[in-house]
């Protein structure tokens, strides 16, 4: 009979099936995870675009206001101009591995927004303006642009003829 069998190789037989099937299975998931990532990155860059940009039309709209009217709020105009410059420093590019205004140190986007929400939370409170920071998916009652419905009345409270009795319901 011919030696063409080996049996060392079937000792480590399992292990070279999960190792091949680890590599073929990395591959795939790397290649699908770019595919994901990058989706789920131009989602939520939209979503901080669509907020950043409703902030600054906010403000802008306000100092067009207070420039018109004369106003001398200085609280109001304060915020307004740092409002306006944390805006226009957020990155419009990828900012991945690069440094900030030619600084050492990396940008913190997530930091960056929240000083922006801060700061339009204090531009609000200085115009006596309530501020919306839900977002049109977090509502739970609206209509397609997000404006909350009048509230529904399931019987009208002066017709009492028109109510369903419970004389006609048998269980």
Same mark, same amino acid.
């Given at each position: 009979?011919?030696?063409?069998?080996?049996?060392?190789?079937?000792?480590?037989?399992?292990?070279?099936? =999960?190792?091949?099937?680890?590599?073929?299975?990395?591959?795939?998931?790397?290649?699908?995870?770019?595919?994901?990532?990058?989706?789920?990155?131009?989602?939520?860059?939209?979503?901080?675009?669509?907020?950043?940009?409703? /902030?600054?039309?906010?403000?802008?709209?306000?100092?067009?206001? /207070?420039?018109?009217?004369?106003?001398?709020?200085?609280?109001?105009?304060?915020?307004?101009?740092?409002?306006?410059?944390?805006?226009?420093?957020?990155?419009?590019?990828?900012?991945?591995?690069?440094?900030?205004?030619?600084?050492?140190?990396?940008?913190?986007?997530?930091?960056?927004?929240?000083?922006?929400?801060?700061? =339009?939370?204090?531009?609000?409170?200085?115009?006596?303006?309530?501020?919306?920071?839900?977002?049109?998916?977090?509502?739970?009652?609206?209509?397609?642009?997000?404006?909350?419905?009048?509230?529904?009345?399931?019987?009208?409270?002066?017709?009492?003829?028109?109510?369903?009795?419970?004389?006609?319901?048998?269980?």
């Amino acid at each position: 009979m011919a030696n063409d069998f080996d049996l060392e190789a079937l000792v480590h037989l399992e292990q070279t099936f =999960y190792d091949t099937g680890h590599a073929d299975g990395f591959a795939h998931g790397r290649i699908h995870g770019l595919i994901e990532g990058r989706a789920l990155g131009r989602e939520k860059g939209f979503e901080m675009w669509e907020e950043l940009g409703f /902030y600054e039309g906010f403000a802008l709209t306000w100092k067009a206001i /207070y420039a018109k009217q004369g106003n001398d709020d200085q609280r109001a105009v304060h915020h307004t101009k740092h409002l306006l410059e944390l805006i226009s420093q957020f990155p419009q590019v990828n900012p991945s591995g690069a440094v900030h205004a030619g600084t050492n140190e990396e940008l913190d986007i997530s930091k960056l927004l929240r000083q922006i929400r801060s700061r =339009y939370k204090a531009l609000c409170a200085s115009l006596g303006v309530r501020p919306t920071l839900r977002s049109k998916d977090t509502a739970d009652v609206g209509d397609e642009e997000g404006l909350p419905h009048p509230a529904r009345q399931v019987w009208k409270l002066e017709d009492d003829a028109k109510r369903p009795t419970m004389q006609g319901l048998s269980f």
